[in-house]
C-alpha cells in the first residue's frame, strides 16, 4: 500500500495543534523533536516536520500529499493547492501598523511612504488594489522595530492579540487579510479514499471541538420548554429518572451559545446540569 506525507510546521506557532490535531485523528506517531520525518504506525501516512514557508510549495509540487500551514504563507507563495479543511486555529491578522506619533491618518496617505514586511507579494497585491504606489521593504524577521529603527515609515505584519504592536509604540492601521491554519493538499488528492478518510475524521474531531455533551434533570411539567431550548444532532434525548415526574435530557450543544444556553436552560427549570468535553463526533 503507498504511503502518504502530510506537512507540518517543525517549530513555532502551529506545531503543537497540528500534532495534537493528528494525535486526535487516532494517528499514532513519535514527535521527536530531532527527526524530519516520522512514521505513522497505524496509517498510511509519514509526516514531514517542515519550516512552515516550505510547505505551501512542497505540497504543490507532490513532495507532500498534504500539509498544514497558515494561509498568510499560502498566499504569499502563491501556489496552486486545494483547500482541503479551514482547521480554526493560527488564527491572526496581516495588518498595517503605523508609529503612535505617525501623522498618516488614512490609506491613501501611504502613497510614495516605505513599508517593511516579511509579505512583500500579498501587500505589494492589496496596495495595487487601493491604488497606492508605496515602497515595500522586504525583511524576513523582527518587522515591528523598523519604524523605531528609521527604516520604513509603517509596516505590515501578522497580529493576533496586538501586543507586540503595543510595545514597539505601533498602533494598527488596517487589515490586509485575515488568516488560519488550513489542510492543503495537491491538486487531485482530494479524491483519494486515504485522504477522505482523514478528511472526515479531522472534521470529526473538529466537530466535537466546537461543542459540548450536556445532561440536565427537569420535571415533566417544564419538559417542553427546555427541549425547546436544545437543538441536539438530531433532537435531545429524555431518559425517565428513577423519581416520578422527573427525566434527564442528553444532548450536544454548540460551544459558542454554551453560557447563554446554560442561563436560559436554568430559568427553564433545568437542575443539576452537567457539561462534558467530546472527544469526536462521527455523522
Ligand atoms: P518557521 O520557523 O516554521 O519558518 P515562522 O517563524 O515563520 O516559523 P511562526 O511565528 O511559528 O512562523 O508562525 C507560524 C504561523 O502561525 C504564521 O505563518 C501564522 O499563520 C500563524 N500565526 C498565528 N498568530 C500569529 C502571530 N501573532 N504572529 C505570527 N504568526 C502567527
Ligand atoms: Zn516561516
Known amino acids: 500500500m503507498k504511503t502518504l506525507k502530510i506537512a507540518i510546521q517543525k517549530s513555532g506557532r502551529l506545531n503543537e495543534k497540528s500534532v495534537e490535531l493528528l494525535k486526535n485523528c487516532g494517528l499514532s506517531f513519535e514527535n521527536y523533536k530531532s527527526s524530519l520525518i516520522s512514521p505513522v504506525s497505524n496509517f498510511p501516512l509519514e509526516i514531514l516536520f517542515l519550516r512552515d514557508d516550505d510547505i505551501p510549495e512542497y505540497v504543490q509540487d507532490g513532495i507532500a500529499d498534504i500539509g498544514i500551514v497558515g494561509e498568510n504563507v499560502i498566499n504569499e507563495t502563491e501556489v496552486d493547492v486545494s483547500y482541503l479543511q479551514m482547521l480554526g486555529f493560527g488564527k491572526c491578522s496581516l495588518k498595517l501598523a503605523i508609529p503612535n506619533n505617525s501623522d498618516i491618518t488614512q490609506l491613501s496617505e501611504l502613497q510614495g511612504k516605505s513599508i517593511a514586511t516579511s509579505y512583500p507579494v500579498i501587500l505589494k497585491k492589496f496596495l495595487a488594489k487601493n491604488n497606492i504606489t508605496a515602497d515595500i521593504r522586504t525583511i524576513s524577521g523582527s518587522v515591528e522595530i523598523s519604524p523605531g529603527l528609521g527604516l520604513s515609515d509603517a509596516i505590515c505584519d501578522l497580529v493576533s492579540t496586538g501586543g507586540t504592536l503595543k ?97 436560559k436552560l436554568k430559568a427553564a427549570g433545568a437542575q443539576g446540569i452537567v457539561v462534558l468535553p467530546i472527544e469526536k463526533i462521527i455523522l
Open 167 to 263: 510595545s514597539n509604540g505601533l498602533k494598527q492601521f488596517g487589515d490586509v487579510m485575515h488568516s488560519e491554519a488550513v489542510l492543503i493538499g495537491r491538486r487531485g488528492i482530494e479524491n483519494d479514499p486515504l485522504i477522505i478518510e482523514l478528511i472526515q475524521r479531522v472534521q470529526s474531531v473538529l466537530r466535537a471541538k466546537e461543542t459540548k455533551y450536556v445532561v440536565l434533570n427537569v420535571e415533566q411539567q417544564n419538559l417542553a420548554a427546555v427541549e425547546a431550548l436544545l437543538p441536539g444532532i438530531k433532537s435531545p434525548t429524555v431518559v425517565p429518572l428513577a423519581e416520578e415526574g422527573w427525566a434527564a435530557v442528553h444532548t450536544v450543544i454548540p460551544e459558542k451559545d454554551f453560557w447563554n444556553k446554560i442561563s
